[in-house]
């Protein structure tokens, strides 16, 4: 009688897979060269069924789990920069005292408050396409535009986007696309778009929401490729 040494299965899941599927096929396809029961064969058969299935189901874990991640940071950000935009304006306005500022947590500034004067210039923007279904825009003060400085008081920029094969002259066929903080500001698309002409109408918003003239209307192709 042979005696043969013990097989170590491998240790990598990877390889471990592999192995025992070359295994359980091997014996179910030939019971008659291993002399194992029929009912031990069908275990070892659901088993591998099992493992597979369990292995799809990790990696559909572990990549909702992913996407969940990222999903929470990115609200997060948006959230974290509406809230900030609402302090900076709740902080400004003359009309809201300390107490109700104290109330909600909103640091008082305990120097007399400037007064906040209505945006007089407008922004002048540019726009790149900078990958597929993509778009970078670059704004400055069209006072200042080889700054990127904000005029004084301002909170940011209001960005009004239009998408289509014209490009309308009234600010009222415009939608509100975002708040813009900071410059360059990345601007996304959905599959729809692609080839569409984007037009954007910029206009300063200062920390008590009153906003100044509008830019020019920039127009850009959006990226198909």
Known sequence: MVVRSGTKAPAGETEFLAWATQFVNQVAGHPDLYHLEA??????????????????????ARD??????????????????????A???IQANDQVSDESCEAAGVHVHKSTRTPVAVPSTSPVGFVMATDRLEHTLSYANSATPTRRARPAGVTGCEVYLFVGNDTPQSPSRYTF????????????FADEDAGKTANYLLRWVNTKGEVGPWSQIISATIPAV
Not at 64 to 85: E, G, S
Not at 177 to 188: A, D, E, F, V, W
């Open 177 to 188: 696309k975002m708040l813009s903080t900071r410059t360059p500001q990345r601007i996304t």
């Open 39 to 60: 009912d031990r064969i069908q275990k070892l058969q659901t088993e591998l069924s099992e493992f597979n299935g369990s292995i799809s189901d990790a990696i559909s």
């Open 64 to 85: 909702a789990a992913l996407a969940a991640t990222r999903h929470k940071k990115t609200v997060r950000t948006r959230f974290d920069n509406d809230i900030r935009v």
């Open 87 to 89: 302090v900076r304006m």
